[in-house]
């Protein structure tokens, strides 16, 4: 019993201080976090504030409870006569993660700073793009890179100089027997630490979600945790992601969403297909182009109430046509904005569907509708193609092209993420005289570059603002506005130009700030649906992407069957609303209530008035409703259903 108490002493004291080096790295981190944020947590209490710490602590606990599990194996189940190796395996382990993690907690800030959020499984999707990270790590995050390897290189030196902390020599030298005995106890006590939790179901993310104020949850994060459970939720089945907000009966959920479509009786193999009659009557339908611009956000734009004189283009084009003042993004990401405008399809949870097993063949596009009246159809892109997979969901969807940036010959000026937005639409304009010279009609999304970190500009286009950055998220606005105007101005000299509908929009906001609890103000962005006899027009409800995509076919000149999940402004019957995606939060916007919901907790409901949110009474049918949109999105996904009805 006395050999058995030692050898329990000595594995405790051996796990623990491994414990202790790895927790202080994300206590450290942590405090450094709460400083940094303290201001924007003006809204809690004292307490409130350090319960971050508390509330981290147990999402810590939860991932290192996992990373001790390969030690404690080790110790407990090798056989005395492998001291010297296990000995040094052990060492490298430990290391390898003191300097992961201290990676990690370093890099959490400039990401912090980009998302305002934690790593999360973007943290992870980049990693997938070295080229471009790269890229933007050396012209943008020169000073972040530098922070990681000065710590840890200093992480190494204090791991050398603590050379003797970490000797398990002796450990492994106790009775294998008793060695043996423990694992089962000590094994229990890390599970227990992994689950958090004696309920009937263990902890997860959502337990950091303590606090009203978004930034106090951030805080209580733990990178490493939160990374880990996002790939998992992407990597699991679909079918099975939206349960985590609630779950109705799938009747009710159709019989909920039809009536958000303004949907009667439609086919069950795509069941919210319905015609739609064109607004106008042309003798020759016209062609669709929509121009969507890289992470431009209503605060920066004129004509939406944000900053004036950085968009004088796309303010001179919301006089003339139908500007958008009260619209929202689907999501945070471009592949979510772009199958909101090619599709009209919602966000759900995980990946969006760009990247998705399901959606690469036979999922409803605007080429697939418009293709049965003879259009070509095109995808535009100044960068690489096959980013965030974007060349092959567009041609596995019934685009008959996707030109990238292999196919700009001799382009002015190339960043980062491709050619410049002037070379971008040049070569675009040129594309839809040559189609028009053909007789052809023609659908084009064309998706810019030049908006992005690390806002590489050409050099003699724009006067650059005073006390900021050349490069700078307010001069890279100011070129793309530069772009624009100059494509217009070409296109307008164009034969195609008075048979075309333009929809200029954004994808989402360049970045997502708010301390409450959901950003909204960052999910505004721009539309003006802009072309020859479209009277101007200022539009001011609720407005959704697929909304604008709905209201540019209603201007085209056909009559139509789709299955979007929108309606054309036009359409007396629609009812204003948006579904918004926040990482794994979603929020459902109808008229002027918000409904918050987030995986593991209850939905909670907000007054949107002002741009502020106020918190009311949970309102029950309004968070059925925004449940019911995103399970049955999901369903649709799943089940192969958000697709062109197929001939009899």
Wanted: with cysteine; aromatic share 14%; proline share 5%.
């Amino acid at each position: 019993m006395r050999q058995l108490f030692i050898t329990f002493n000595l594995l405790l004291k051996s796990l623990f201080k491994i414990y202790l080096v790895w927790i202080a790295v994300l206590v450290a981190g942590r405090l450094v976090f709460l400083a940094w944020l303290w201001p924007r947590l003006a809204d809690l209490s004292i307490l409130d504030k350090w319960a971050a710490l508390l509330h981290g602590w147990r999402m810590d606990n939860i991932a290192l409870s996992a990373l001790l599990i390969f030690p404690l194996a080790l110790l407990t189940i090798t056989p005395s006569g492998f001291n010297l190796v296990i000995n040094y395996l052990l060492r490298t382990y430990v290391l390898i993660i003191f300097l992961f993690l201290i990676f990690l907690e370093v890099s959490s800030f400039p990401f912090f700073a980009e998302y305002d959020s934690r790593p999360n499984i973007i943290f992870v999707q980049y990693l997938a793009y070295p080229k471009e990270i790269l890229s933007t790590i050396f012209k943008s995050q020169i000073s972040a890179l530098f922070s990681v390897c000065i710590a840890i290189i200093g992480g190494v030196w204090i791991f050398i100089r603590q050379r003797v902390f970490f000797n398990f020599q002796r450990d492994l030298k106790s009775s294998i027997l008793m060695r043996l005995i423990l694992f089962l106890p000590f094994f229990c006590i890390l599970a227990l630490g992994f689950r958090s939790s004696l309920g009937h179901r263990p902890a997860n993310i959502s337990d950091a979600l303590y606090s009203s104020n978004r930034i106090a949850n951030e805080i209580a994060k733990n990178s490493l945790y939160s990374i880990s459970y996002e790939q998992y939720l992407s990597s699991a089945d679909s079918s099975r992601l939206s349960k985590r907000y609630g779950h109705l009966d799938q009747v009710d959920a159709y019989a909920r969403v039809k009536r958000l479509i303004s949907v009667g009786d439609s086919p069950v193999e795509s069941p919210f297909m319905r015609p739609v009659k064109s607004l106008v009557n042309f003798s020759k339908p016209k062609n669709l182009v929509i121009i969507v611009e890289e992470s431009l956000g209503a605060r920066f734009v004129g004509f939406t109430g944000g900053e004036q004189g950085l968009t004088p283009s796309l303010d001179a084009l919301a006089q003339k046509g139908v500007a958008f003042t009260n619209l929202f993004s689907n999501g945070t990401r471009s592949i979510q904005g772009l199958a909101a405008v090619t599709s009209g399809f919602q966000a759900i949870p995980g990946e969006g569907v760009l990247k998705r097993a399901n959606s690469q063949h036979n999922f409803f596009t605007i080429a697939y509708l418009l293709k049965q009246f003879g259009y070509h159809s095109s995808f535009i892109y100044g960068g690489e193609a096959r980013f965030d997979n974007m060349k092959a969901w567009y041609l596995g969807n019934g685009f008959d092209e996707v030109i990238e940036q292999k196919d700009f010959i001799n382009p002015s000026f190339t960043s980062s993420w491709g050619v410049s937005d002037e070379d971008l639409l040049l070569r675009a304009n040129d594309r839809f005289q040559e189609l028009h010279d053909q007789g052809r009609p023609f659908v084009a999304i064309v998706f810019s570059t030049s908006n992005h970190e690390p806002f590489e500009l050409p050099e003699g286009r724009i006067e650059w603002l005073v006390g900021e950055p050349h490069k700078s998220v307010k001069n890279a606005v100011r070129y793309a506005d530069y772009a624009l105007g100059k494509f217009f101005a070409s296109a307008e000299e164009a034969d195609y130009f008075n048979n075309t509908v333009f929809l200029v929009i954004a994808d989402h906001d360049v970045r997502v700030y708010g301390d409450g609890p959901f950003p909204i103000e960052s999910f505004r962005i721009p539309a003006v649906i802009f072309g020859d006899q479209i009277a101007p027009l200022k539009f001011t409800d609720v407005t959704s992407q697929p909304d604008t995509i709905a209201t540019a076919l209603h201007l085209l000149g056909l009559d139509l069957r789709y299955p979007i999940l929108g309606n054309s402004i036009f359409n007396p019957a629609r009812v204003p609303f948006v579904l918004m995606k926040y990482n794994d939060q979603f929020g459902f916007l109808k008229n002027n209530k918000l409904t918050v919901l987030t995986p593991g907790k209850s939905a909670t409901t907000w007054t949107y008035s002002d741009r502020k949110l106020l918190p009311i009474p949970l309102n029950r049918e309004l968070s059925s409703d925004g449940i019911a949109l995103l399970q049955i999105s999901e369903s649709m996904y799943h089940e192969g259903t958000f697709q062109m009805q197929r001939s009899p």
